[in-house]
C-alpha cells in the first residue's frame, strides 16, 4: 500500500495561486495513475484533474481547465497540482489518490483509486 502524504494547502486571496504536491513512499510511483480530488463541506468528494501513467496524458474537471495543471516529477516520487486565479468555489479539501497500473487512460471516480492521502485545506477568500 502506497502511502500520499499531500502538502501546500494555504489560505489566498481570490485570483492568488497555490502549488499542491503529493508525495509518495512508493520508489516506482511513475507507474501509477494519479487523480486529484477535493471535497467541500456538505458536498461529494469531485475529481479535480489526473494524470495517466499509461501515456502521461492529462485531464480536467471543466470549470479547473486552463487554470489548473497537473504534472508529475517521477525522480521525486511526487505529483503536483498548480492552481492559478483561485476563487472562492475552489475552496475545499484537496486529496491526491492513486492506483497502480491503471488499465484505462484515466478515471473520475473516486472507486478507482484505492490510495488515498490524508488532504490539505485550501481556502480561497474574496
Known amino acids: 500500500q502506497v502511502q500520499l502524504v499531500e502538502s501546500g494547502g494555504g489560505l489566498v486571496q481570490a485570483g492568488g495561486s497555490l502549488r499542491l504536491s503529493c508525495a509518495a513512499s512508493e520508489p516506482t510511483f511513475g507507474d501509477y495513475t494519479v487523480g486529484w480530488f477535493r471535497q467541500a463541506p456538505g458536498k461529494d468528494r469531485e475529481f479535480v484533474a489526473g494524470?495517466?501513467?499509461?501515456?502521461?496524458?492529462?485531464y480536467y474537471e471543466d470549470s479547473v481547465e486552463g487554470r489548473f495543471t497537473i504534472s508529475r516529477d517521477n525522480a521525486k516520487n511526487t505529483v503536483y497540482l498548480k492552481m492559478n486565479n483561485l476563487n472562492p468555489e475552489n475552496t475545499a479539501v484537496y486529496y491526491c489518490a492513486s492506483r497502480e497500473k491503471f488499465r484505462f487512460v484515466i478515471s473520475s471516480n473516486p472507486r478507482n483509486y484505492d490510495s488515498w492521502g490524508q488532504g490539505t485545506q485550501v481556502t480561497v477568500s474574496s
Open positions: 494524470i495517466s501513467y499509461r501515456d502521461q496524458s492529462t
